[in-house]
């Protein structure tokens, strides 16, 4: 009698779960779809060019593109007009190419990511509407558009969010394609991981090598997804794409590129802190946590969830322990989604913290599969009614808001580098959040299941764009006000223009011209007559085709002897290091704006060269 019992209520279930994946019109799924871009839009591209640029990432994109332009040069990358090989030209080209649309400005640094990260929202909800149904499709969009780490990552001129794109829609590609055994869509993912190739280098087939393998793996079909892939044909055609300029650079730099962007920015980051990006073995899993907050609370869950496949006799007659081994042989739509998005996530943040150089942005493939599994895990709740499952992590929400709005004040005061004003605007957030998370609180009570979820949702899209906008103008006047007024006035008077004891790339955008910065943070390039340019990143191994010379290396030379040997110079620096120059006869303060002091330096006709 209770298996009968247990029986009926899993055909239940089932039924809810197929109403639920039904399929509407034409008209409404175009017409949802549509709604959901416009919303990612409005997300990313709201004010996008209302704030000078962050040093120094942004830089490190935004200003090679406006370069190629001035130079002509499509092939070598440059940074305040030197060679710098860190990344493939993907990118900066669409970079280049925003700016002849849009013109040299913010917006047009930022528009290229701003597109992949909507772009992204709507394949996310694309495929979990394709293999679920829509209400998966708008949740999981929902948490992907509001979860912080990713919004704020495609507002920021960076190339993560192209890498993201392209790899994670590659990887649908894959998973469609073996599904529906679909040839088309399986050179369509190999043509969109060349593009990730060429967006940030062999981690763009590396880490989706290593996602499928592990997919399939699990899935006991690793032999059959080898067939259907035909990963030699693959190969053909991701060289296609991306070796004709990887050979014409080789050729160009004389095989420096292979040596500093291969080794260095490859290899040696996987296996050495560069750029100053360290962390510890848990960085990207506070990332993923932090980042993808508030639906970070639905995570374990869903995680259970995704792992936990209910064996029918049909898949273990004998009850043998193979049938444990076959767990993930027999799976539905739903169940395949899950596990596949699993994979993507648990394999991205392993991959990366395995690696000894850390950033956040690194783990932003992994939010699309954050999304997925958190959606399937709230669709499945409302079809099975199960009011436990969503009223314990909308509570612990609350809570926690609301605790937070309490002992924010005390907490703010212990954070380094944030100006005054954030905390109020936390505190703004917090107080809003724990008010719509009560409001969906008290939805689901009445048994209202989707008016409680969207009202979660909404809590969570609208006070994170409103007091975002806010965070992102307060963050932007505390660290860079100052910079692109201050250069742009040096730019106009044909003096030489130095950047003292800050890391200001962005100078160089705002100058339209070279600037001499602090040679502190470059180093000589093993093998190669390059410094490593203002990013910073450590000396790599001369390789073993490289000769071992005694010619000496270029050397530093103090940036202040190059601004007081000039017969007149600008200067900008900090407020804190300007008190250097008071000393000085020959300088002058000029302006300050911010944190941020202009120096004019004028030789006195006594003063001999130092």
């Not at 917006?107 to 992204?120: D, E, Q």
């Not at 009850?319 to 076959?326: E, P, T």
């Not at 539905?332 to 392993?350: G, I």
């Not at 008190?579 to 003063?607: E, N």
Request: charge should be positive.
């Amino acid at each position: 009698m209770t298996s009968t019992t247990a029986q009926l209520q899993r055909n239940q279930i089932r039924q809810e779960e197929q109403t639920a994946t039904s399929r509407p019109g034409l008209v409404t799924e175009l017409a949802v779809f549509a709604s959901i871009f416009a919303a990612a839009c409005f997300i990313f591209f709201t004010g996008l060019g209302d704030f000078p640029l962050f040093n120094p990432d942004e830089a490190f994109y935004a200003e090679p593109a406006r370069e190629m332009l001035d130079t002509g040069d499509y092939i070598t990358t440059t940074l305040n007009y030197a060679i710098r090989y860190t990344k493939p030209p993907l990118h900066i080209w669409l970079v280049a190419f925003s700016y002849h649309l849009f013109g040299q400005n913010e917006f047009a640094a930022r528009f290229v990511s701003a597109t992949c990260g909507a772009l992204l929202v709507a394949c996310t909800y694309w495929m979990l509407n394709r293999t679920v149904g829509m209400r998966a499709g708008l949740i999981g969009a929902g948490a992907l558009m509001s979860a912080p780490l990713y919004v704020v990552s495609g507002r920021l001129a960076i190339g993560d969010m192209t890498l993201s794109l392209a790899t994670v829609t590659g990887l649908f590609s894959f998973f469609n394609a073996f599904r529906e055994k679909r040839q088309s869509l399986v050179f369509l993912g190999y043509l969109l991981l060349a593009l990730a190739v060429m967006t940030k280098g062999p981690v763009g087939i590396v880490l989706p090598a290593i996602i499928l393998f592990g997919y399939h793996l699990l899935r006991r079909n690793l032999i059959e997804a080898l067939k259907f892939y035909k990963p030699h044909l693959g190969a053909l055609l991701v060289a296609a794409v991306t070796l004709p300029w990887l050979v014409i650079e080789t050729m160009v730099t004389k095989g420096e590129y292979f040596t500093c962007f291969i080794v260095m920015e490859n290899f040696q980051r996987f296996l050495k802190v560069v750029s100053g990006h360290k962390g510890a073995w848990w960085y990207h899993l506070a990332a993923v946590a932090g980042g993808f907050a508030p639906w970070t609370i639905f995570l374990p869950q869903a995680l259970v969830g995704a792992f936990h496949v209910e064996r029918t006799s049909s898949q273990n007659p004998k009850g043998d322990s193979k049938g444990i081994l076959n767990t993930f042989r027999h799976l539905d739509a739903r169940q395949e989604l899950a596990l596949f998005a699993a994979c993507l996530l648990f394999l991205t943040v392993t991959f990366y913290s395995a690696s000894v150089s850390k950033l956040m942005s690194y783990t932003l493939p992994a939010f699309p599969a954050l999304a997925i599994l958190v959606a399937l895990e709230i669709d499945r709740t409302i079809c099975q009614r199960r009011f436990k499952r969503l009223m314990i992590p909308l509570a612990l929400c609350a809570t926690v808001y609301s605790v937070g709005s309490l002992i924010e004040p005390l907490v703010i005061t212990h954070v380094r580098r944030v100006p005054p004003t954030i905390s109020l605007i936390v505190e703004n957030y917090l107080i809003a959040g724990s008010i719509g998370l009560a409001i969906a609180v008290a939805f689901l009570v009445v048994r209202r299941w989707n008016l409680a979820v969207s009202a979660f949702a909404l809590t969570a899209i609208g006070a994170g764009a409103f007091f975002g906008f806010q965070a992102a103008h307060v963050m932007s006047d505390f660290k860079e006000r100052g910079v692109a007024d201050l250069a742009r006035f040096a730019a106009d008077s044909g003096e030489p223009i130095f950047v003292y004891k800050a890391r200001l790339p962005s100078a160089t955008f705002y100058t339209h011209r070279a600037t001499v910065g602090s040679p502190a943070q470059e180093k000589p390039i093993a093998g190669t007559n390059r410094f490593t340019g203002v990013a910073g990143q450590s000396q790599p191994p001369i390789p073993f085709w490289v000769k071992e010379t005694s010619e000496p290396q270029p050397t530093e030379i103090k940036v202040e002897e190059q601004i007081l040997g000039s017969p007149k110079a600008y200067v900008i620096c900090s407020a804190n290091d300007a008190t250097y120059f008071d000393s000085h006869p020959g300088a002058k303060r000029v302006a300050q704006d911010g944190r941020f002091v202009l120096i004019h330096w004028l030789k006195p006709l006594d003063q001999s060269h130092p």
